[in-house]
């Protein structure tokens, strides 16, 4: 057949012979089905999931935060430092960000963390800026913890104290006496599973700070905070330098130095990510069952990594990297596993893999159908 060159004389689009009605519809059918096959794939395929950090600018609205004889708003800096931390973020297809404020409104301390845990965030990061009444200066970076010492106690004090400004406090935070930040924590200890985590990203922000940026590292401290006691997530709040400072208030204050705060801390989350997540549909992969596997029907197998009276947020980053944790509770203590299968050739490779990680003395559990704990021997038999 001969083809009609493009654009021929009379502007005839279509190289090919004149179409009849019936190769109309079956060209028409055949893109349906792949337009339905394309729509099947995506379905199908595992897209994995973000990185979720919730960036939490102090203050705002009617609390400007901590007062500078030089006029700087901390509440306005640690704003301008988040947005431009979240711009640099989500640079990264990877990560997703959510803002407890984008502008210069009021939000209580309760509805911060609120915010983060509908997120189910992955880091909580609050930012802030210091204050005393000499030349202090530096980076401090908080965990929630126990007051080492009076100056811990003072800066928490300090950033808790919004919480007077909030309507209602003394019903909604009945449980706290900010002024004690023992009192913060005894009841509740919901951010000791994430302590390793929350001093991890710490410690990166805070050498960040000192290697690039050549700012005083006055090191990861631990405190009360109500805010980081809000969340259910790796949490840390950064005291980003001191508004009381003549020269560091002046580089807060700055574009420039809130541009490099941002970047800097950019860059820690981005080195805490490589070395904490794994995107779920990673670890939910299991392998298909080979035909010479051994499977026991109505049990289940888990390799046993540890027992402990720590209790520690079941997720890979807590234990190498090994996929598929989960935790009970037994007799006063914490167990630790990895798997959950009913293939047992499958769980001697997990097996394997958890003794090259360094579980050396690592073991193979099984449960039968009401999860109750069953002797292996007996169950392989
Ligand atoms: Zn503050």
């Known amino acids: 057949m001969r083809l009609k060159p493009l654009f021929s004389s009379n502007l005839t689009l279509w190289a090919g012979p004149r179409l009849g ?21 995506d379905t199908n395929a ?34 301008k430092i988040a947005l431009a931390l979240g711009k640099e973020l989500e640079k990264d297809p990877s990560m997703e960000v959510t803002y407890t404020r984008k502008t210069d409104v009021f939000i209580p301390l309760k509805k911060r963390g ?17 204050a005393h009444h000499t030349q202090a200066y530096g980076t401090e970076t908080y965990v929630l913890g126990l007051h080492a010492n009076e100056e811990n106690l003072r800066v928490a004090k300090a950033e808790n104290a919004v919480i007077f400004l909030e309507e209602d406090y003394e019903t909604t935070y009945a449980d706290y006496n900010i002024n004690s930040p023992e009192s913060i924590i005894a009841f509740d200890v919901m951010q000791e599973e994430y302590l390793e985590q929350s001093i991890l990203m710490a410690s990166l922000i805070q050498d960040n700070f000192r290697k690039k940026l050549k700012r ?55 080195t805490y990510k490589s070395k904490v997540f794994i995107p779920e549909a990673e670890t939910q992969l299991i392998p298909k069952a080979n035909t010479t596997d ?20 079941p997720k890979p980053y807590n234990f190498k990297k090994l996929p598929e944790i989960s935790r009970s509770r037994e007799g006063g203590l914490y167990k630790y596993y990895s798997g959950n299968t009913s293939n047992y050739t499958a769980i001697k490779r997990r097996l394997s893999e958890a003794k090259a990680k360094g579980y050396t003395t690592a073991y193979i559990v099984s449960f039968d159908k009401n999860d109750i704990k069953v002797p292996l021997a007996k169950v392989l038999n």
């Open 21 to 41: 009605g019936n190769t109309l519809l079956v060209l028409l059918f055949l893109c349906v089905c792949a337009f339905a096959k394309a729509k099947d794939d």
């Open 216 to 270: 005083k590292d006055r090191s990861v401290k631990q405190a009360g905070f109500v805010v980081l006691h809000q969340t259910v997530m790796p949490s840390i709040l950064v005291e980003t330098g001191f508004i009381t400072n003549v020269k560091e208030g002046k580089y807060l204050a700055s574009k420039k130095g809130q541009q490099a705060i941002a970047k800097t801390i950019a860059d820690a989350v981005v």
């Open 294 to 313: 051994k499977i026991v029907a109505g049990v289940t197998f888990k390799v046993q990594l540890a027992a402990s009276s720590r209790k520690l947020d």
């Open 46 to 79: 595992q897209t994995p999931r973000k990185f979720k950090v919730v960036l939490d600018a102090g203050h705002g609205g009617s609390d400007p935060g901590k007062p500078s004889k030089f006029g700087y708003r901390e509440s306005d800096i640690a704003l």
């Open 114 to 130: 609120a915010i983060a845990n509908a997120a189910k965030a992955d880091l909580f990061i609050s930012i802030h800026c210091n």
